[in-house]
Each structure stands twice: as structure tokens, then as C-alpha cells.
């Protein structure tokens, strides 16, 4: 009998504790939810400028132009090679993943090359022609994954071109002409944003500079040759390969932020 109230009265104290035992647990605290993820995406809108340097290749063809007749006899072929460095100055405006924009570019060049003439062999002519300078305006469009973009470009060219005739023997200037030269061109790039607004990019460019007939004047080093007497005529033509590093800076947002 003992035993069975001594239980009963164990069950009715443990009753009345577990509440006030609950009630003495500490408050959960709140933790605020953590902010929704951004993601920074690369801008490339804006107006850029910057360097560029480089090498490249013209290839020239020279082709006599007979007087009276006009028939073509071909002297051969060279490329004029070397090295340039200019600048560039352009305007970018990013429609989503599509960039668009307009870019002037001037670079001066040392492009400069020879071939002995197949065709005044008794008299041991050697061609040389050397590009001084060129200037591209192009459009682009491009396709950017966020900090990386390539583009293709396209648009109208110019060449300062120096050409001069030598004679194999003796080494003196025989003949000369000069010419500034219009064509097209067409290129693409591969541009990579490696810090806020600066980027750093290789571009090719190909220059279609087509056939021109050039009047040459004598340079006055031989008597069949005085200076500023007309010489000859050739038809040349040219088309030039441009390889590129190039190091832009743009005005503009670096990054814009997308949730």
C-alpha cells in the first residue's frame, strides 16, 4: 500500500514540473536569411581608346604597262613585311549578349620588301616598295560572355605606300613614286576585361587594296633618268595581312549587377 502511493504521488510531481521545465527553455534566436545571390556581368558599352602593336605582310605584285598598247608584262611578285604600332579610338554599346560599335584606327608601319624585275633583266632593275602608314574605319559586332568578347569588323581602309626602283648594280635610286591608296578591310578580334575598364585583346586584319597604275619619275642619280622625268608605268597591286596586340581603356560601367 505504501509502495502504490508513494508512486502515485512520484507521477503527480513529475506532472506539475514538466511544465515549468519547458518554460524555462531559452527562446530560439532569429537568424535573418541570407540576401539573394548577384551576379556580376561585364559591361561594354562606352567610348575606348588605346594601343596597339603588331606586325605584318603585304603582298605586291608589279606588272609593266607597256607604252602605246598598254599590254601588262609582269615583273614579279614580293611581300613587304615588318612591324607597326598605332592607336584606336571607338564608341561600344551591349544590346544582352550583342555588342555593337564604330572604331577609327592609325598606325604607323614599317611594312618594306623587293624583288629583282623579270622584266628589265639586261638592266639588273630591282622593285621596292615599303608601307609607311594605314588607317582603318570599321563597324563592329561582337558576341560577349560577360568579360570575354569576339567580334568581326568591317569598313574602309587606307594605305600610304612609297615604291622605288633600284638598280641591281650599282645600288643608286633609279626611279621612284608615292601614293596614298583607298580599299576595304575586313577583321575579328578576341577581347578579354582583365580589370575595370581595361581590356586586352589580338585582332587580325586583312586589307584589299586592289590594282593601281602608278606613274614613276626619274630620281636624277642616271642620265636616262633625270629627275622628275617620267620613267615608266606599272600596275601594282597589293593586299596586306595585320596581326595585333591591343590594350584598350573605356569609359563606362565595368559591371552591372543582375539578380
Not at 504521488?9 to 535573418?32: C, E, F, H, M, Q
Not at 602608314?133 to 563597324?139: I, N, P, Q, Y
Not at 590594282?211 to 636616262?224: L, Q
Amino acid at each position: 500500500m505504501n509502495k502504490i502511493l508513494i508512486g502515485a504521488i512520484g507521477a503527480v510531481a513529475l506532472s506539475l514540473s514538466a511544465p515549468a521545465s519547458a518554460a524555462d527553455l531559452a527562446a530560439r534566436p532569429y537568424t535573418k536569411a541570407p540576401p539573394p545571390m548577384v551576379a556580376a556581368i561585364y559591361d561594354w558599352s562606352g567610348f575606348y581608346i588605346g594601343i596597339n602593336g603588331g606586325g605584318g605582310s603585304a603582298h605586291k605584285c608589279w606588272d609593266f604597262v607597256t607604252p602605246v598598247t598598254g599590254v601588262l608584262i609582269g615583273e614579279g611578285c614580293h611581300n613587304a613585311t615588318g612591324g607597326t604600332v598605332g592607336g584606336q579610338v571607338g564608341y561600344r554599346w551591349q544590346s544582352a549578349n550583342w555588342v555593337f560599335g564604330l572604331e577609327g584606327q592609325g598606325n604607323w608601319a614599317d611594312f618594306s620588301g623587293d624583288n629583282v624585275s623579270t622584266t628589265f633583266i639586261g638592266t639588273g632593275l630591282r622593285d621596292r616598295s615599303k608601307i609607311n602608314a594605314f588607317g582603318l574605319f570599321t563597324g563592329q559586332v561582337g558576341y560577349a560572355w560577360n568579360n570575354v568578347l569576339f567580334y568581326v569588323k568591317g569598313g574602309g581602309a587606307v594605305v600610304s605606300d612609297r615604291y622605288r626602283g633600284y638598280d641591281v648594280i650599282t645600288g643608286l635610286e633609279f626611279d621612284r613614286a608615292n601614293e596614298t591608296r583607298w580599299g576595304g578591310t575586313v577583321g575579328a578580334g578576341l577581347e578579354f576585361g582583365f580589370a575595370p575598364n581595361w581590356t586586352v585583346g589580338v585582332e587580325y586584319d586583312h586589307i584589299f587594296m586592289g590594282n593601281r597604275t602608278i606613274g614613276f619619275a626619274g630620281s636624277g642619280n642616271f642620265v636616262v633618268a633625270p629627275a622628275g622625268a617620267f620613267t615608266r608605268s606599272e600596275r601594282i597591286g597589293q593586299d596586306v595581312d595585320i596581326g595585333l596586340v591591343r590594350v584598350n581603356y573605356r569609359w563606362g560601367g565595368p559591371v552591372i549587377a543582375k539578380y
